[in-house]
């Protein structure tokens, strides 16, 4: 079974940075692509963005673009969503997600193992 972990939320004010992490339990990292997604209440759940298998490719929401970075450690089975530039807007719980396969999709139904979120709030 698939696990994974995701930190570093947490309250922070409009500008301000967090980088948040997503540790998987399994050593088939290296072979899945993963993605970010996010849900504000009252909305659903929306992508925000994804890596491929090797880091070789990232896509972006165009909310997020220019201001987020994801990443990937494969040695430590970890990914990164480094957020700057932080909006009101941005409050949400985030999640880590992995699919079983190497290429970046931007749907949350193609993705097959998920964190159990983390809390982002960001303050006018």
């Known amino acids: 079974q698939v696990q994974l972990i995701e930190s570093g939320g947490g309250l922070v004010q409009t500008g301000d940075s967090l980088r948040l992490s997503c540790a998987a339990s399994e050593p088939t990292f290296s072979s899945r692509a993963m993605g970010w997604f996010r849900q504000a209440p009252g909305n659903s759940r929306e992508f925000v963005a994804a890596i491929n298998w090797n880091g070789g490719a990232t896509y972006y929401a165009d909310s997020v673009k220019g201001r987020f970075a994801i990443s990937r450690d494969n040695s430590k089975n970890t990914a990164y969503l480094q957020m700057n530039s932080l909006k009101p807007d941005d409050t949400a719980v985030y999640y880590c997600?992995?699919?079983?396969?190497?290429?970046?999709?931007?749907?949350?139904?193609?993705?097959?193992?998920w964190g159990q979120g983390t809390q982002v709030t960001v303050s006018s």
């Open positions: 997600a992995g699919r079983s396969g190497l290429f970046i999709r931007t749907t949350a139904d193609e993705y097959q193992y």
